[in-house]
């Protein structure tokens, strides 16, 4: 017994109380020494738990150019010493390639240049920095795409809006030595607008033009266009960086290095994290192009009837339970894979295992950053088959960069030679030609020129570009729909100029799909919100006029389904009129069901569709347009609103032009007067663009 009380009062001592009892049986101790274990052994777990859970493999998102740090941009510049920044505004990467291939550049050719990039989104965390942080440059070049319908790039659109909408600042950038180069596609009605406005503005608060505004057209070579007005810029730059002693000698010529990463080969038996990337937050919990989340397939359905030879997938994503929102008219971002097929060829094209499990690394082994135009690096340790799907551009043409870096690492002399010439000044009608002209995809190039087999480091840094999300106007709207997002896509597939068949990357995939109302493993896919000022009228009695067809449809249904339940909650519902056009009604007429509905409720109030291949003529929704001019133009003049969603460079120019003549007949004005009411109604904005 009086080991049993010894022990008894030990745990007393430790627990700071008392069981009560001179004498304690053997009992009462197998109790308390069996709580002891437990508690002890709980403990233990909690501790275990812990530690395991710190050694997890996190979450990771889409990198993205790391923003400049405070320290950096304060840092105090040695005597003698010029800062040099270059701003980027980038929806796919190239603007950003240039602005960093540009950096390089000036770093070699200028000792006395200190040379920052920057992405616009990371220049001032809030607008009230623009202007404090603008005084403190003195070179700055912009590369800035322009995106859409003439808006600025994601990165670039809250500097833009602050910087052409604010208050009247006067010449207050006399400081500054600029150039801008715009990059754009002269397919597109608002050809480089971004540029030029930021040019003109630069200009107009006292700014100096170093060298004339460049224009990049992607509808034959932009980087030929880059390196033209790269070359202004050198005359100019010598008089200003280049020091007396210097300026007789002649400027060693610049080549730019290859990018390439450093690669880590990895055991069989490393754990992977890029298998299933995308699907963390931005701390926050929002989800942006860096911070997608992953959700699945809800629903996939083909709307064309079987007898078309044709396909148009509706989708639904499940965001329940996600926290992503998204309002109506908004867009959403997809990130899919390249199909199996095409994975296959690229690693037998580079000859090297599916199964290889590697990573890629932006410094050397010390640490220390290898410097160049490296984009930042994909997540790793992951499988070259995850690689290959998730972050490689395959089948789009390839830059001349790309077959630079190809050139490289082929090893018959011939092949040599001809990737050289393609990629050279002298090459640049047979590159517009046997490539863009051909649309011949970077595999087609990589399966013609065999003997180039570059090393991983430099085909995911130099020859494959990072594969983009692809952008869809919602087709739904939360109020309707709150826990889906749908999509509606047309199927990309038909034959290239090469006789290759074309797979648009996206729309396979989601023709592919298998939604989770058939099978618990279903598709799923890294997804985010782009929102949009293609917005309902505040006031719902406002009235609309809709031109949208084929999947231009799309966010007039999320239109519709919105003013169905403000219909239902009994708000009053202005005029609508739905100009919708396919090719036949037995065919390709999508959601005609739900259309007709709409007019049944009276959510619509007049339904007109185009079928432009039911006559002897094709009849278009332009044509729809003017057939119900007066009753169009009603509608506006009172005060409503005008929405065209679909084809950037087709249809939405004609119904543009159509709208022009509407306006003449209706108003009976001349065609600059015309111009003038329909660039207010732009300016009011009552007449809204969701094209592409």
Known sequence: MSSNSDLIRTLESMFGVSFGSE???????????????????????????SSDRSREVKPVVIPKSLPVGVEEEEVEHDSGKTKVTIFFGTQTGTAEGFAKSLAEEIKARYEKAIVKVVD?????????????????????????????????????ARFYKWFTEGSERGAWLQHITYGVFGLGNRQYEHFNKIGRVIDEQLCEQGAKRLVPLGLGDDDQCIEDDFAAWRETLWPELDQLLRDEDDMNSVATPYTAAISEYRVVIHDPTTALCGEKHFDMANGDASYDIHHPCRVNVAVQRELHKPESDRSCIHLEFD??????????????????????ETVDEAADLLGQPLDLIFSVHVDKEDGTPLGGSLPPPFPGPCTLRTALACYADLLNPPRKAALVALAAHAVEPSEVERLKFLSSPQGKDEYSQWIVGSQRSLLEVMAEFRSAKPPLGVFFAAIAPRLQPRYYSISSSPRFAPNRVHVTCALVYGPSPTSRIHKGVCSTWMKNAVPLEESHDCSSAPIFIRTSNFKLPVDPSIPIVMVGPGTGLAPFRGFLQERLILREDGVHLGPALLFFGCRNRRLDFIYEDELLNFVGQGVISELVVAFSREGPEKIYVQHKMKEKAAQFWSLISRGGYLYVCGDAKGMARDVHRMLHTIVEEQENVDSSKAEAIVKKLQMEGRYLRDVW
């Open 120 to 156: 616009l989104d990371d220049y001032a965390a809030d607008d009230d920095q623009y202007e404090t942080k603008l005084k403190k440059e003195t070179f700055v070049f912009f590369m800035l795409a322009t995106y859409g319908d003439g808006e600025p790039t994601d990165n670039a």
């Open 319 to 340: 965001i329940s339970g996600t926290g992503i929102v998204y309002e109506t008219g908004d867009h959403v971002g997809v990130y899919a894979e390249n199909c199996a």
């Open 23 to 49: 004498s304690v049986s053997d009992a009462a101790v197998v109790v308390v020494t069996t709580s002891v274990a437990l508690i002890i052994g709980l403990f233990f777990f909690m501790w275990k738990r």
